[in-house]
């Protein structure tokens, strides 16, 4: 926002410059110390503000993951896609069409086909909890 523009917005008069002009109500003083923070806020601004601005817009920008349940041959994938194949879960590294794991570089391995570590992943204890209930 250009000085002039601030001014507009506020409803207050500028110079020549584009410097905001002190309205007659405000005490010297006062306007002094608005001139301070406004010189802060700007500061902020541009040092603190607008990085993050760029920064959400770029991530905002990337491809968002997507579960698209299990690989179809009929489908097409985009980048960040991902898909259960012959029991592993991919990544679609560009939007495709093409199978997983045929030996191309529009897929990468997430999982790889295994069965659950039951001394992790007490399955067993689940259905006991579900039936004494």
């Known amino acids: 926002m250009t000085p002039q523009e601030w001014c507009v917005v506020n409803g207050l008069q500028c110079d ?3 410097r905001p002009l002190r ?4 005490s010297e003083q006062d306007w002094r110390l608005a001139e301070v923070i406004a010189a802060f806020r700007a500061e902020i601004r541009d040092e603190i503000v607008r990085p993050l601005e760029a920064r959400i817009k770029e991530l905002e920008s990337r491809p968002q993951l997507r579960h698209c349940g299990t690989w179809k041959e009929s489908g097409m994938y985009s980048e960040a896609s991902l898909c259960t ?6 990544l679609a590294t560009k939007a495709t069409h093409r199978k997983p794991g045929d030996n191309n570089s529009d897929w990468t391995l997430v999982v790889k086909r295994g069965q659950a570590d039951e001394a992790r992943f007490p399955t067993r204890a689940c259905e006991r909890s579900q039936n004494t209930s």
């Open 23 to 26: 309205p007659p109500d405000i």
């Open 85 to 90: 194949h012959q029991g592993g879960l991919w």
């Open 16 to 18: 020549s410059d584009g």
